[in-house]
């Protein structure tokens, strides 16, 4: 399930990595250097897109180029999340707990398990749609995120939008579903209902611009990459 | 700015009120900005909230990162201008807060207000199709109730309850769109007919343009039933079709449980007048609800802060009263002018009204007293003081016991004039406020906090006098399990077999010519009287349990301790004599004295002993110093005063005096120096108990 996009050179971000972080580590993290993005969804809420394969989650601080930050008392690398084929692995770099168990060695994300990070932060890791790989962090605890958003997806193929609460980014005043999706690594969005993107109608699938705005019969959003 | 937000084009499409508001499933209209754009200079919108009936309200961010919210208002009347101004400055906890109302380039304007992430009610409802738990919807209610009585009191009706306009932030209910209110005013209730709220919640009157603060307990009503039961109580295919209900329908409230059936149906009433008179007296109908099983919360630290301003503001009316009080203590039953009624507690041994000049300083001076013995003297002094006091006591006891008696005559006559006095100017039985130049109210509080009963912040500190064993003070004491019970009560029964030694052999020293066998004698009863006491109250410790009950297990002990007495004379062969000149106001016949009434006059004597004082309060773990003047003093005098007012002859052996209350000060003395005691400076439980009551 999980696409095969090539990796988009001029998209990349550079991490810094604290002195003494594992080559390993830094590879990972440059194959995730696909830009983030967020979802400002109107009357719904805003969602931080993670792409690529490996998330790293860590306290925001200015200079901490982490792919989820939060503020909490937390470390700056402190767990990270990786997507294989077979699903979800949690990576712990300091005190983490699953479902209330700490956690030394990669463990296997299951649906609706809760991650605790250094005994303050939880967050609940979702799977919700049984034909998409994509995942969404929602923190429980009253922790922010920075930037300040709802929830983070861990994007893998699409993202579904729509009145089920089996979709990713649940919209309860929907009534067809809107799916986003990664098209030769960029960002391209689909509706059940004809779509107007920056003010152009589509029927077809239309690929989005760094900033773009999407309304459809029955919601409206904006994409903002970072 | 943002190339593609779309600009002047649609915005008459959406300008219309939205009377009916939003249903959850209906389709909300466009938002006019679009994230990224910036129509209110310093302010960068990320996405659009919601819709209300009067504008959009936006998610922004300003130049310097403060997150708000950005209402636009279309439609700006004067009227609603001068509101939303009017609001601008309104503190409360449980009202979302205004920051500034702007205009920009279009002369729209904007309110900028506090953004609440969070889940609204309506977002709760929803999740719990079939209500929610009465505890969470109570919890809800108090929240709501504590913000929009706030509101009343500056004179604003919010108009437009929903649950779609209340807010948990961390679990702190936040009342929203109150900016947009009415002012309560005559001129106005009928100046406007246009329709403003939600229909499902809007009250019968308004179709008459009236708008009192009563629409907005309807309202309250209107959302209770529908958080305990999922649905509004009126529903309908049209919005005509459900007003129609709410002038005429009664609503079905028979899926609801008493109380809750009949609050709402009070609270839903059709006549204005036959609803609560106020939000914060709808709360107090509804039971109490443990705090900490709800995931909301009122705000009762910070509301107790705040409302001594919001009285300064607004001025009290018993309703503020029972706000407050409901809002500080959530989990007690408040009453309209409890708090006004607290004067029972203060002074230890007086029933003197607050306000009068004479209780006060009666009061006072107690009070300064026992502090003074509480915190300046220590425990060797104490012992000495009592001792002397003991000696002296029979010496000066027939002129103190007239000078009193006189006294209290004479008081008794000035008391009853006093008032009918005050009752004159006052007006009879009205609850009197707390007024900050009212010197007992101090002293009321410090007795409170002495007796480290820890008072609910601002709750009603009758209740406190009622149970001193008051639960956060009873959670505070360590929990022992019945061994350590039984291992400490054997240290104290130890303990207070030597210290009764030593105090009888203090006490037949100085007042009983020392003899060896009536050493013995008192020894006995004290040291019986004392493991009489210590024994029970060692199974009570830590319950609060019924003063009646616990008195008719102390009369037991006293006939016990009666008849250990009377034995231990007759085996002893003690004499007892009588020593000082002090007979008994009510003397029988002295030609009825004889052997066989012995043992009942004992009985009786130490009976009545045990039954009318509370012995076991010499016993509290919580009491406020470990040997107390005024409680070792009542005990004493309670002696003398039983045996002054016992109808029996002097020559009936130990029963002349000053045997008996001898006994009574030794197993006094004894009890409280052997019973376990939480000193508040040394200990945590009792700290933290001292702490949260001050």
Same mark, same amino acid.
Request: aromatic share 8%; hydrophobic share 45%; charged share 20%.
């Given at each position: 399930m999980v696409a095969n996009f090539s990796h988009s050179a001029t998209h990349s971000t550079i991490h810094r990595f604290p002195a003494g972080h594992s080559a390993a580590l830094q590879s990972t993290m440059k194959q995730s250097g696909r830009r983030h993005f967020v979802?400002?969804?109107?009357?719904?809420?805003?969602?931080?897109? $993670?792409? =690529?394969?490996?998330?790293? &989650? +860590?306290? !925001? *601080?200015?200079?901490?180029?982490?792919?989820?930050?939060?503020?909490?008392?937390?470390?700056?690398?402190?767990?990270?999340?990786?997507?294989?084929?077979?699903?979800?692995?949690?990576?712990?770099?300091?005190?983490?707990?699953?479902?209330?168990?700490?956690?030394?060695?990669?463990?296997?994300? $299951?649906? =609706?398990?809760?991650?605790? &990070? +250094?005994? !303050? *932060?939880?967050?609940?890791?979702?799977?919700?749609?049984?034909?998409?790989?994509?995942?969404?962090?929602?923190?429980?605890?009253?922790?922010?995120?920075?930037?300040?958003?709802?929830?983070?997806?861990?994007?893998?193929?699409?993202?579904?939008?729509?009145?089920?609460?089996?979709?990713?980014?649940?919209?309860?005043?929907?009534?067809?579903?809107?799916?986003?999706?990664?098209?030769?690594?960029?960002?391209?969005?689909?509706?059940?209902?004809?779509?107007?993107?920056?003010?152009?109608?589509?029927?077809?699938?239309?690929?989005?611009?760094?900033?773009?705005?999407?309304?459809?019969?029955?919601?409206?959003?904006?994409?903002?990459?970072? | 700015m943002n190339p593609h937000a779309t600009e002047q084009d649609d915005r008459d499409a959406t300008g219309e009120p939205v009377v009916a508001g939003q249903r959850r499933g209906e389709v909300p209209s466009r938002f006019t900005y679009a994230s990224g754009s910036a129509p209110l200079p310093g302010y960068t919108i990320k996405r659009g909230v919601g819709q209300g009936g009067f504008g959009e309200v936006y998610y922004a961010v300003s130049d310097g990162g403060k997150e708000v919210a950005l209402k636009l208002i279309r439609r700006s009347l004067d009227v609603e201008l001068r509101g939303v101004v009017q609001c601008l400055n309104l503190k409360h906890p449980h009202l979302l807060d205004l920051y500034d109302i702007r205009t920009d380039e279009r002369d729209d304007h904007w309110v900028v207000m506090e953004f609440v992430n969070g889940d609204s009610l309506e977002d709760l409802i929803s999740d719990h199709p079939e209500g929610m738990p009465v505890g969470e919807a109570t919890a809800w209610m108090q929240g709501i109730a504590a913000g929009v009585g706030y509101l009343h009191e500056c004179g604003i009706v919010h108009r437009d309850l929903k649950p779609g306009n209340i807010f948990s932030d961390r679990g702190l209910v936040k009342v929203g769109d109150y900016?947009?209110?009415?002012?309560?005013?005559?001129?106005?209730?009928?100046?406007?007919?246009?329709?403003?709220?939600?229909?499902?919640?809007?009250?019968?009157?308004?179709?008459?343009?009236?708008?009192?603060?009563?629409?907005?307990?309807?309202?309250?009503?209107?959302?209770?039933?529908?958080?305990?039961?999922?649905?509004?109580?009126?529903?309908?295919?049209?919005?005509?079709?459900?007003?129609?209900?709410?002038?005429?329908?009664?609503?079905?409230?028979?899926?609801?449980?008493?109380?809750?059936?009949?609050?709402?149906?009070?609270?839903?009433?059709?006549?204005?007048?036959?609803?609560?008179?106020?939000?914060?007296?709808?709360?107090?109908?509804?039971?109490?609800?443990?705090?900490?099983?709800?995931?909301?919360h009122a705000a009762a630290r910070v509301a107790a802060r705040a409302i001594p301003v919001a009285e300064s503001v607004a001025g009290r009316s018993p309703e503020v009263e029972a706000a407050s009080a409901a809002a500080a203590s959530p989990g007690a039953t408040a009453s309209p002018g409890a708090t006004g009624k607290a004067h029972e507690v203060a002074g230890s041994g007086g029933d003197d009204g607050r306000g009068e000049p004479i209780a006060e300083f009666v009061n006072d001076t107690f009070s300064q007293l026992g502090h003074a013995w509480n915190n300046n003297v220590n425990t060797p002094a104490k012992i000495l003081i009592i001792v002397l006091g003991v000696w002296l006591l029979p010496a000066i006891s027939g002129p103190l016991i007239g000078a009193l008696v006189t006294f209290g005559v004479i008081y008794l006559f000035y008391r009853i004039l006093w008032q009918i006095f005050v009752w004159l100017s006052d007006g009879p039985a009205e609850p009197r406020g707390p007024s900050p130049a009212s010197s007992a109210h101090v002293v009321e509080a410090k007795t409170v906090a002495d007796a480290k009963c820890a008072a609910p912040v601002g709750g009603s500190?009758?209740?406190?006098?009622?149970?001193?064993?008051?639960?956060?003070?009873?959670?505070?004491?360590?929990?022992?399990?019945?061994?350590?019970?039984?291992?400490?009560?054997?240290?104290?029964?130890?303990?207070?077999?030597?210290?009764?030694?030593?105090?009888?052999?203090?006490?037949?020293?100085?007042?009983?010519?020392?003899?060896?066998?009536?050493?013995?004698?008192?020894?006995?009863?004290?040291?019986?009287?004392?493991?009489?006491?210590?024994?029970?109250?060692?199974?009570?410790?830590?319950?609060?349990?019924?003063?009646?009950?616990?008195?008719?297990?102390?009369?037991?002990?006293?006939?016990?301790?009666?008849?250990?007495?009377?034995?231990?004379?007759?085996?002893?062969?003690?004499?007892?004599?009588?020593?000082?000149?002090?007979?008994?106001?009510?003397?029988?016949?002295?030609?009825?004295?004889?052997?066989?009434?012995?043992?009942?006059?004992?009985?009786?004597?130490?009976?009545?002993?045990?039954?009318?004082?509370?012995?076991?309060?010499?016993?509290?773990?919580?009491?406020?110093s470990r040997v107390g003047l005024w409680r070792t003093a009542v005990c004493v005098t309670t002696a003398i005063g039983l045996y002054l007012f016992w109808p029996f002859p002097q020559d009936w052996g130990m029963l002349a005096q000053p045997w008996g209350f001898m006994a009574a000060a030794a197993i006094a003395v004894a009890t409280q120096l052997a019973s376990p005691w939480l000193d508040p400076q040394k200990s945590e439980p009792a700290k933290s108990v001292a702490a949260s009551s001050a």
């Open positions: 979802i400002w969804m109107d009357a719904v809420g805003g969602f931080l897109v $993670c792409r =690529g394969d490996h998330v790293h &989650l +860590g306290q !925001a *601080v200015p200079g901490n180029r982490v792919d989820v930050p939060l503020q909490a008392d937390i470390s700056r690398h402190h767990a990270s999340i990786r997507r294989d084929q077979e699903g979800y692995l949690l990576l712990p770099n300091a005190r983490v707990l699953l479902d209330g168990q700490l956690i030394a060695q990669p463990t296997t994300l $299951c649906d =609706g398990q809760e991650i605790d &990070l +250094g005994g !303050a *932060v939880k967050l609940e890791f979702r799977r919700p749609h049984p034909l998409s790989a994509t995942a969404r962090l929602t923190v429980k605890s009253h922790h922010r995120l920075s930037p300040p958003v709802d929830a983070v997806l861990l994007l893998a193929d699409s993202c579904v939008i729509g009145p089920a609460t089996t979709s990713h980014i649940v919209a309860r005043q929907m009534t067809s579903e809107a799916v986003l999706f990664e098209q030769d690594g960029k960002l391209a969005m689909r509706g059940a209902q004809p779509l107007t993107i920056d003010g152009t109608e589509h029927v077809q699938p239309g690929l989005l611009a760094e900033q773009s705005r999407v309304s459809g019969e029955d919601f409206s959003l904006s994409v903002e990459s970072l | 900016g947009l209110s009415k002012f309560i005013s005559c001129s106005r209730r009928s100046g406007q007919t246009e329709s403003v709220g939600t229909v499902h919640y809007m009250a019968p009157e308004i179709a008459n343009g009236r708008y009192g603060k009563e629409i907005d307990v309807y309202a309250l009503g209107v959302m209770l039933y529908e958080m305990l039961t999922g649905h509004v109580p009126f529903e309908g295919e049209s919005v005509g079709e459900v007003l129609m209900k709410h002038l005429t329908a009664t609503p079905d409230v028979s899926r609801l449980s008493e109380p809750y059936r009949s609050i709402v149906a009070k609270a839903l009433a059709k006549d204005p007048a036959a609803r609560y008179a106020s939000a914060a007296e709808l709360v107090t109908a509804l039971p109490p609800v443990d705090p900490d099983n709800s995931r909301v500190a009758r209740r406190v006098h009622r149970r001193k064993w008051h639960p956060p003070a009873l959670r505070a004491l360590p929990i022992k399990s019945p061994r350590e019970r039984f291992t400490e009560l054997l240290g104290s029964l130890a303990l207070g077999a030597v210290v009764c030694l030593v105090t009888c052999l203090a006490l037949s020293m100085l007042l009983g010519k020392f003899a060896v066998d009536r050493f013995a004698w008192l020894s006995i009863v004290s040291i019986a009287g004392t493991w009489g006491v210590l024994i029970p109250t060692k199974f009570w410790e830590g319950t609060g349990g019924e003063a009646s009950l616990r008195r008719f297990w102390m009369l037991v002990m006293g006939l016990g301790l009666g008849a250990i007495a009377f034995a231990a004379q007759e085996v002893l062969l003690v004499e007892l004599p009588h020593m000082f000149e002090v007979e008994p106001f009510f003397v029988a016949d002295p030609q009825s004295s004889g052997a066989t009434h012995s043992l009942l006059s004992y009985l009786t004597y130490f009976g009545f002993l045990m039954l009318i004082m509370r012995w076991w309060k010499l016993a509290d773990p919580l009491r406020n």
